[in-house]
Structures are given as C-alpha cells and as structure tokens.
C-alpha cells in the first residue's frame, strides 16, 4: 500500500477566484493556490464551505479539484470536499477525485433534511463501505445535521477508511471527547477543527490541525500559529491566536458568510470577482467598509499585496505603494457589487 501523508496542519478551505463572467478563473486561482502553498499551508480544502461549493455545479466542482490536484502537484495533500445530493453521486465523486490523486475527501451531512443520529450513521456508513478513498467526516452544525459524538466514535470503529473528522462546532468539550475516546482506538484518527477562533485551545488539547477560513487570507499568521503550538510556545500562539481573532471578526461578521472571506482575499492582491450571491446595498456597504479595515490590519502586520503580472509589467508605475495597489485590486471587486446594485 503506498504510503499516505497524515492528516494534520493548517488546510486551507480557498476562495474560488471568479471572471467578469461569473466562471471559474482558471490562471488566477492557480496562481492563488502557489501563492498558498508558498505561505507555508500544509494542505487545501477545495469545495468547503468558505470555498462556496454549493454555488457551483456538480461539473465546476469537479473542475476546480482538477485544477487544484494539478496546481498543487503533489507539493501538499489536497482533502476535496465531495457532498452531493445524494449518496450514489457522492460515491460517484469520490471515485472520480480517487482517480485524480486526492489525499482524502471531506463529506458534510445531508444538508436541507434534518437527520437523526441513527440516519447521518447509516449515510455515512453506506459511502464508508463503497468508497475507494479515504473520508473525512464533515461536521458543521450550523448549515447542516450535527454529527453528535456517539456517531463519530461508532464510524470510527467500524470503517477504516473513515480515517479524520473535521468539526467545525467550536465545541470545545466536544472534541476533547472525541479524542479521548477514538485516539486510544484509532491513534491514526485524525482531528481537525474549522473554528479558527478556537484553533489554539484545539491544538493545546490534541488537535492535529485545522480547516481555518483566516488561512486563505492571512496563511502567515495560521502557520506561525500552529507551528508555536506545535513547539510548545505558548506565548507566541496565544499572541497569535488574538490577531487571528481580529481578522475573523472583521471577515466573518461583516457581512453575510463567506462573502467577507472573498474581499479579503483580494485585499491581498487577487482577483477574485463577483459573487455568485446577490447582494443587498447594506451588504455591499459594509464590504466597502470592511475592505478598509482589512488593508489597515494587514498594513499593521507588514503583509504585502500579490500584484498580478497583467497589471504591472511594463508599468512604469511599478513603484506604486503596497497600499495603493491593494486599494486597486479591492477597489475593482467592489466597482463590480455596486454596479450590479445600480
């Protein structure tokens, strides 16, 4: 059996960078993903949540885990998230992201239909038993049916193939339970946390990592995070895990979820279009506003802005300032919102 890599580090759920026709931008979100993979993230989490992924059709989706397993050539593990409608396309797609080379897959509940315990064990239990690659079992309460402990620590037993959970509760008593009761049984069971806020008290008690939104903004900081968790510097991860806090307030609560985490990414130099998602004056607003604040926080911790080529070769304003050129770049993204208000 060959070899797999763990499980474990900062995986990054990205943005999908969209052009002025609402498709997926190849170039530019494969120079997002070098860019990422630069920073220092471990892993990516294509078709998250964060990435959006019910906003695209089952073939986008295939699409962007083509570019991204091609982009990423193996430099880092891809964990692709693969919920669909039903079990007999979600199987059918794990089959194919098999067939790609993906690390693993991440598979949220049933979403829409609110399940039973009983019932989010035999949907899972149904793909564990039929899929070729490894799952990781998605748990996000707050869009879909909560996967509660018990239904966790049964799949885990049963079937190795489910070989991680994702939990993106914020629980914290949740996942020490969780890992006290696999990791003894399973010590190739792996744990991820999607709450960004909690990243460090999560791997103080025995998280391998996390699935973290702030990753496809600032990956700087979620690395330097985990990797002073990771040698036991406290003091410089609590440190950190403050700013992180910061960023995600701003990010997360200024408008409605993911649509902050889009404006951010392009604060840092990426083109990343209109959403796919309406947006409300009052919305569109309030990203304005959040645009100002993101440049101001990354100004305070020195991060630059990712110019794009097209934009500065054979510029003879190619010494415009960091902060000009982010004003630019959101600038753009927030012409085209307020255009589609008018």
Request: charged residues 20%.
């Amino acid at each position: 059996m060959t070899h797999q890599p763990p499980i474990a580090g900062i995986f990054v759920p990205n943005m999908v960078p969209l052009d002025d026709r609402g498709q997926i931008h190849d170039s530019e979100l494969r120079r997002y993903i070098d860019w990422l993979i630069a920073k220092g993230v471990h892993g990516l989490y294509p078709n998250g949540s964060t990435s959006e992924f019910v906003r695209f059709t089952p073939e986008e989706r295939r699409r962007i885990i083509e570019i991204t397993v091609e982009q990423a050539a193996g430099r880092v593990p891809v964990l692709a998230g693969a919920a669909e409608a039903n079990v007999k396309e979600t199987l059918a797609t794990c089959e194919y992201y098999h067939s790609l080379g993906v690390r693993a897959v991440a598979i949220v509940s049933p979403i829409y239909y609110r399940l039973s315990p009983d019932n989010i064990y035999a949907y899972f239990a149904e793909i564990a038993s039929r899929t070729p690659v490894d799952v990781t079992v998605y748990n996000m309460p707050m869009l879909t049916s909560p996967i509660d402990v018990p239904t966790v620590v049964r799949l885990a037993e049963e079937f190795p193939k489910i070989i991680a959970i994702k939990d993106s509760s914020g629980d914290i008593s949740q996942m020490m339970r969780l890992i006290s009761t696999i990791r003894p049984r399973r010590p190739d069971f792996a744990f991820l946390t999607g709450w960004d806020t909690a990243l460090v008290p999560m791997l103080m008690l025995g998280c391998d990592g996390g699935t973290n939104a702030s990753a496809g903004v600032v990956p700087e900081i979620t690395r330097a995070l985990y990797d002073a968790a990771r040698q036991g510097r406290w003091d410089d991860a609590r440190r950190w895990q403050y700013r992180v806090l910061q960023y995600v307030d701003a990010l997360f609560y200024a408008a409605d979820f993911p649509e902050g985490f889009r404006i951010g990414a392009a604060a840092r130099g990426f083109h990343m279009g209109q959403s796919r998602q309406p947006l409300s004056p009052r919305q569109t607003d309030s990203l304005s506003h959040l645009a100002h604040t993101i440049e101001t926080l990354l100004r305070e911790d020195g991060f630059e802005s990712e110019r794009e080529p097209s934009l500065v070769a054979g510029d003879t304003a190619a010494t415009t300032s960091d902060r000009a050129v982010v004003q630019r770049v959101v600038q753009e993204v927030l012409q085209v919102l307020t255009t589609r208000q008018s």
